[in-house]
């Protein structure tokens, strides 16, 4: 879902824009590539003997001996993350050669949560003890996200025009 809304106003030698983008995203995950199982299979059953080359990856999935094999759980999620994009910006037109343009825009993009909080993550801050981190369901934003929020993306704008000539702009 996404909500945007922009406008602008126009006095004189000014002309201000100002906007926003509300985003809502969604993803939905379901991968089971991994309950399936991942075989490895490169030939180190079928190879000469004697100079350990020539083995063949599909001579040893005939006789069904990979050279490795993991498995694990199926993986299915639902994932959410809302984003918050703003931004005002102003050019004046300071003379009939010369134009300044200033600006700022910020954006809030907040990390996925899980929608059933099936969320795990490991904490590096001790490097003497590994943690394991679950999302708590029904918790704040970073209980339920495992990572913190950046707040701080302000993006200043700054630029001018000046016309030299008829054809040349600086």
């Excluded at 809502?24 to 004697?50: H, K, M, S, V």
């Excluded at 996925?112 to 003497?128: A, I, M």
């Excluded at 993006?155 to 000046?162: E, K, L, Q, S, T």
């Amino acid at each position: 879902r996404q909500l945007t809304a922009d406008a602008t106003w126009i006095r004189g030698r000014h002309m201000v824009k100002f906007g926003a983008n509300l985003s809502w995203l969604q993803r939905y995950l379901d991968n089971p590539r991994e309950a399936l199982g991942i075989f490895t299979l490169d030939g180190g059953f079928t190879r000469n003997t004697r100079t350990l080359r020539e083995g063949s990856g599909v001579a040893d999935l005939l006789l069904g001996m990979p050279s490795a094999a993991t498995v694990s759980n199926f993986i299915i999620g639902s994932q959410r993350a809302p984003y918050y994009d703003l931004y005002i910006q102003e050019q004046w037109r300071a003379t009939l050669r010369l134009t300044f343009n200033i600006g700022v825009r910020y954006e809030l993009h907040r990390p996925w949560t899980e929608r059933d909080d099936r969320v795990v993550n490991l904490d590096f801050s001790d490097p003497g003890s590994l943690k394991m981190l679950l999302a708590k369901p029904g918790g704040s934003y970073f209980e339920r996200a495992l990572v913190n929020t950046d707040g701080n993306n302000f993006g200043p704008r700054f630029g001018f025009a000046y016309r030299l000539g008829a054809k040349t702009v600086v």
